[in-house]
C-alpha cells in the first residue's frame, strides 16, 4: 500500500493565481481530511469529507474549496491564492473519525 | 471546539534521557492518540489508546490514557537523535466527533 499521497511536494503561486493541491488513498477509507499547518504552530484543519459526495467545513475553509467524486481522491483547490494561505498542507484519511494516516505534505508558497 | 494543552511546548535533552510529555483537556475523552512528525515530513501515528488507565508501549514509546479521561501522557526511554521531532496528542470525545490536536511539543535531542 502506497497510504497517503500528495502532489506536488512543492509549489510557488504569484498572488491570484489558483491551484488544485491532490490527495489519493488506498487504504479504502472513507474519511479523508485537509489540514494546512503553518510554521511553527500546529494542525488546522479546511475541509473534511465523510465519503464520496460529502463534504463539510472544517476550522479554517475560506479560500479553499474541495470535491470527493471518489473514496480515494480528495483535491483542494485554492482560488485566487494569497499571501496568507503561504503554508503546508496535509491531507489525512481515516476508517472512521479516530487514525488518521497523513501524507507526506505540499509546501506551499505564495508570492 | 474542544482544546488540548500540551506540555511541554519543546524540550532539550541530551541522548540517553528519558522523556515525558502530557496532554490535558478540561473535557472528557474517550479517544487519545499521539503522533510524531519528523522534520519535513507528515505526522506518523505512534499509539492509540481507547480506554480509561491503558497503558500502551511501542518499542521505547509508552502511553498512558489518564484515569479521568481528561489527560494522556507519552514516555520516551533513552532517547536517541531519531527522536527529534514534534509530538502531537490528539483525542476525541465520542465515537461520532473529529479529532482535536494539541499544538505539539517540540523534542531536541543532542547527542
Known amino acids: 500500500n502506497a497510504g497517503v499521497t500528495q502532489t506536488p511536494k512543492f509549489r510557488i503561486l504569484k498572488i491570484g493565481q489558483s491551484m488544485t493541491l491532490q490527495c489519493t488513498q488506498d487504504m479504502n477509507h472513507n474519511y479523508m481530511y485537509w489540514y494546512r499547518q503553518d510554521p511553527g504552530m500546529g494542525l488546522k484543519l479546511i475541509y473534511y469529507?465523510?465519503?464520496?459526495?460529502?463534504?463539510d467545513k472544517g476550522e479554517v475553509p475560506n479560500g479553499y474549496n474541495v470535491s470527493r467524486s471518489t473514496t480515494e481522491d480528495f483535491p483542494l483547490r485554492l482560488e485566487l491564492a494569497a499571501p496568507s494561505q503561504t503554508s503546508v498542507y496535509f491531507c489525512?484519511?481515516?476508517?472512521?473519525?479516530?487514525?488518521?494516516?497523513f501524507g507526506p505534505g505540499t509546501r506551499l508558497t505564495v508570492t | 471546539g474542544q482544546q488540548l494543552n500540551q506540555s511541554p511546548q519543546s524540550m532539550f535533552i541530551q541522548e540517553g534521557e528519558d522523556v515525558s510529555m502530557n496532554c490535558t483537556s478540561s473535557s472528557i475523552f474517550n479517544t487519545w492518540l499521539w503522533y510524531k512528525q519528523d522534520p519535513g515530513e507528515g505526522p506518523v501515528l505512534l499509539i492509540a489508546?481507547?480506554?480509561?488507565?491503558e497503558l500502551t508501549s511501542n518499542g521505547r514509546l509508552t502511553a498512558q490514557f489518564g484515569i479521568t479521561r481528561k489527560d494522556s501522557f507519552l514516555n520516551i526511554s533513552a532517547s536517541i537523535p531519531s527522536d527529534v521531532g514534534i509530538y502531537f496528542c490528539?483525542?476525541?470525545?465520542?465515537?461520532?466527533?473529529?479529532?482535536?490536536f494539541g499544538e505539539g511539543t517540540q523534542l531536541t535531542v543532542n547527542p
Open positions: 489525512a484519511s481515516s476508517y472512521s473519525y479516530n487514525e488518521q494516516y
Open positions: 469529507s465523510v465519503g464520496a459526495g460529502i463534504t
Open positions: 489508546l481507547y480506554k480509561a488507565g
Open positions: 490528539a483525542s476525541q470525545e465520542t465515537s461520532g466527533s473529529r479529532l482535536t
